[in-house]
């Protein structure tokens, strides 16, 4: 299994962001930890961070092609607004699970509709940097049960 994490714009920040909602965690150790959990659940893992839609876009549309089994994306602010992130996701066949650092639902409006999400197995939020690892887990559960 390969599995991908792609981070949406402004996720390189993570660390010094807004500590108070989306904790103190760097991206850097997120992804440490999450090649930790991979090698135990001894699947590939690749990470992927774009401030770019038209990158994500063409990530998530040559994931079949590159050999990717499954997706776990955090589309960030994209999440609010990208119709080509959702489509691309629905057309790609590769299941991907929406994971968000913060509560998106418990945060302002226009946080709180995710256009991604209905092209995803599932969306974990609000569990702070865990949430990675819980997407991870969860997906390749699910990918274990497709074959
Ligand atoms: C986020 C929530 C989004 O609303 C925001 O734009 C982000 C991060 C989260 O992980 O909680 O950049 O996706």
Redesign the pocket.
């Known amino acids: 299994m390969k599995i991908i994490v792609i981070n949406?714009?402004?996720?390189q920040l993570l660390g010094s962001r807004k500590p108070e909602i989306?904790g103190s965690e760097t991206l850097e150790s997120i992804q440490k930890h999450l090649e930790a959990v991979a090698k135990e659940l001894k699947v590939d893992i690749g990470f992927f961070q774009s401030n770019s839609e038209g990158e994500i876009v063409d990530l998530v549309g040559s994931s079949q092609k590159d050999g990717v089994t499954g997706i776990v994306i955090?589309?960030?602010?994209y999440?609010?607004t990208s119709v080509a992130i959702h489509d691309a996701l629905e057309s790609a066949g590769t299941p991907a699970i929406e994971?968000?650092?913060?509560n998106?639902y418990k945060?302002e409006e226009f946080?709180r509709k995710s256009l991604t999400a209905s092209a995803c197995v599932g969306q974990i939020?609000g569990l702070g940097t865990d949430g990675y690892e819980w997407a991870l887990r969860a997906l390749v559960n699910h990918l274990k049960k497709q074959k």
């Open positions: 949406g714009p402004n996720l989306y955090n589309p960030a602010a999440t609010h994971v968000h650092i913060s998106i945060r946080r939020a």
